[in-house]
């Protein structure tokens, strides 16, 4: 049964502080992996990792995708209270057509 | 462009009624896919669908069914709701580029079954 795992269920952190969030992941046929950030409505998309894409970054937040150890790291530096929110690994595979697996979030708190 | 677009926003429904959560999407996408979010989890998937007349179930489909008569439209039927389908349901698309594209979301609506 493909699997997504994500790491930790939730965190605190103070603004200006580093974090890292963990997706570790169990499907066959593999074919991206997806970060999106959830604040209180839909999800909105961050990033995407592929085979020819392993390594993304926008500003603050920066992404790598590790397919042999099966799992994708999510860094924030410098954390500011509007980085508060769940933040999503979905992993994409193929069985016949394509389809999202999606972890069960991180949940960010960033305090002033 | 207003992308995936849901109706509607809040609903609250008594045990054993039906209704009809609408998803239009004007990108002239392929796939759309129907999740629902239980508080404090991720996304799991109920339906699915990868053009006009064609759609498959995903992970928990019981209790909905789905139809896509066109390619802009895929709206989810609960019949006879029960408070397990008390969640948030978005619906999503995406063109369907070999899964190297990003599915876009809808606004949500959320459903409370009393």
């Known amino acids: 049964e493909d699997k997504v795992v994500q790491s930790p269920l939730s965190l605190v952190v103070h603004e200006g502080d580093t974090v890292t969030l963990n997706c570790s992941y169990e499907v066959t046929n593999f074919r991206s992996l997806l970060w999106y950030k959830q604040e209180k409505k839909a999800p909105t998309f961050l990033f995407m990792l592929t085979s020819s894409g392993i390594e993304k970054k926008s500003g603050r937040l920066s992404s790598i995708l590790d397919k042999k150890e099966l799992f994708s790291i999510l860094n924030i530096t410098a954390t500011q209270t509007g980085d508060s929110a769940v933040y999503l690994c979905?992993?994409?595979?193929?069985?016949?057509?394509?389809?999202?697996?999606f972890g069960t979030g991180t949940r960010l708190k960033v305090l002033a | 462009n207003a992308g995936v677009t849901q109706t509607p926003k809040f609903r609250i429904l008594k045990i054993g009624q039906s209704m009809t959560l609408q998803c239009t999407q004007d990108m002239n996408h392929n796939y759309m896919y129907w999740y629902r979010q239980d508080p404090g989890m991720g996304l799991k998937l109920i339906y699915y669908?990868?053009?006009?007349?064609?759609?498959d179930k995903g992970e928990v489909p019981n209790g909905y069914n789905v139809s896509r008569s066109t390619t802009e439209d895929f709206p989810l039927r609960l019949e006879l709701a029960a408070p397990s389908q008390t969640s948030v349901y978005f619906c999503a698309s995406r063109k369907g580029l070999g899964g190297t594209d990003t599915q876009y979301f809808g606004p949500g609506t959320r459903l409370t079954v009393l």
């Open positions: 669908s990868v053009g006009a007349g064609i759609t």
């Open positions: 979905a992993v994409g595979v193929f069985s016949g057509t394509y389809k999202y697996i």
